[in-house]
């Protein structure tokens, strides 16, 4: 049904959009000092806009979830091209935070509408280990792109440009992403039943689903807290923040290109396990290192966050298929409103911080040090948990016959 498509056209404008989801993230993680600065905003308001960022997220995932087989994926899609660039413009054009708010929740819906689309775009048109192999191909992007965007972004400031410049950049892939996907056909689902809306909920009433959903909420934020703050948390540590976006990414990119031997070696279960446990020690490490020992740290931490979405992406298709677009909308959808519930609070635990420092005789760069490092250590929390919850999967999937 599906052997008539062309794969490589759909799999490369997939990409394309990825790396427009991952731009919005590096580059607006290196323009919030600018953006705080131009507009007098404190650290909790510029978690704010960050929530946005994560908030439009679940609310175009739960609804391209709901419509993906009766909207489809190409319709998805340009929602997601509209979406994203009225954010990127509106972003540029901004007259201050209540703009900032609104331009940010654009770019949160094109980039839910990429995921919603593309996941189980990706999941229909391969199965099996070739199936968890693409998803995390297609997942190698968002890291990927990251290095792109920290790497152009930390170009930019060095070069003095405008912030409003670097939003420009993001229109890049946008274009190019449009123009793949323009004509081309899209696959229809591999398995019978997956596209009965009464089917996907009912999947998604099961034991294992509810689980994976409450796990999604905390590997999410393990992810994309420490990442979305790194400019903020990590630029008086001695280490170059935005290097070390570049560098965890990097190293997320070999780690999800390599993603197929990994998963048949370890499991899908097992390889949550080991990530839950680097990325523990990471974040903890994060907390109390300073200069060049801060490049290795972000290599632990890396490891251990580069496989928790495809590999939650690809055991929610692969152990509930029925679930269908639905059911991986829904779980990745959860873990961007999970980030985006939490941004604020870190902004707040940044801010408390600085309070509490300040009351301590602290000043200037080692203030801002002694901040981030407290936050990052309220951060490990997450991880934490993650280790007993996936121990608990671990020996409850264990005699499943798969990967």
Not at 150 to 168: C, N, T
Not at 352 to 370: M, N, P, Q, T, V
Request: charged share 10%; net charge neutral.
């Amino acid at each position: 049904m599906n052997e008539n498509i062309n794969k490589t056209a759909l799999f490369n404008g997939s990409c394309f959009a990825l790396i427009t989801t991952a731009f919005s993230f590096s580059i607006r993680a290196g323009i919030l000092p600018q953006l705080a600065e131009e507009f007098g905003l404190s650290a909790e308001q510029l978690g704010f806009i960050n929530s946005m960022w994560f908030l439009g997220f679940p609310i175009s995932m739960l609804i391209g979830g709901l419509v993906y087989h009766s909207f489809g994926p190409k319709n998805i899609m340009i929602v997601a091209f509209v979406a994203h660039t009225l954010g990127i413009v509106l972003t540029i054009y901004t007259g201050g935070y209540f703009l900032l708010l609104l331009s940010t929740l654009f770019i949160g819906i094109g980039n839910g509408c990429t995921e919603a689309a593309c996941n189980p775009m990706i999941a229909d048109t391969y199965s099996g280990v070739k199936m968890n192999k693409m998803l995390n191909r297609f997942h190698m992007w968002f890291p990927g792109g990251i290095i792109l965007g920290a790497l152009i972004s930390k170009f930019m400031m060095d070069l003095g440009l405008a912030w409003e410049i670097q939003m420009w950049i993001i229109m890049v892939p946008t274009i190019i992403y449009a123009a793949l996907f323009y004509g081309k056909a899209f696959p229809h689902p591999n398995v019978v039943g997956s596209n009965s809306l009464f089917e996907n909920i009912k999947a998604m009433r099961s034991p294992l689903y509810i689980f994976l959903f409450c796990c999604m909420a905390l590997t999410a934020i393990t992810e994309f807290g420490p990442n979305q703050w790194v400019n903020i948390v990590l630029s008086y540590s001695g280490a170059d923040a935005m290097l070390i976006l570049a560098l965890v990414s990097g190293v997320m990119v070999i780690g999800r290109f390599f993603a197929g031997p990994v998963v048949k070696w370890l499991g899908q279960t097992g390889v949550l396990l080991f990530s839950a446990i680097l990325s523990t020690i990471g974040i903890f490490m994060f907390s109390a290192v300073t200069g060049f020992m801060a490049y290795g740290v972000a290599v632990i931490f890396a490891f251990g966050i580069c496989y928790f979405w495809p590999v939650m992406i690809g055991i929610v298709a692969q152990r509930i298929p029925l679930s269908s677009a639905m059911g991986m909308s829904v779980i990745g959808g959860i873990g961007f409103f999970s980030t985006s519930i939490f941004q604020p609070i870190i902004g707040n635990w940044i801010d408390d911080s600085r309070i509490k420092y300040i009351a301590k005789g602290f000043s200037g760069d080692a203030l801002e040090l002694a901040a981030g490092q407290d936050t990052l250590g309220k951060m490990v929390i997450f991880p934490a948990i993650l280790i007993v919850l996936f121990l608990i999967l671990f020996f409850w999937q264990k005699n499943y016959e798969g990967y």
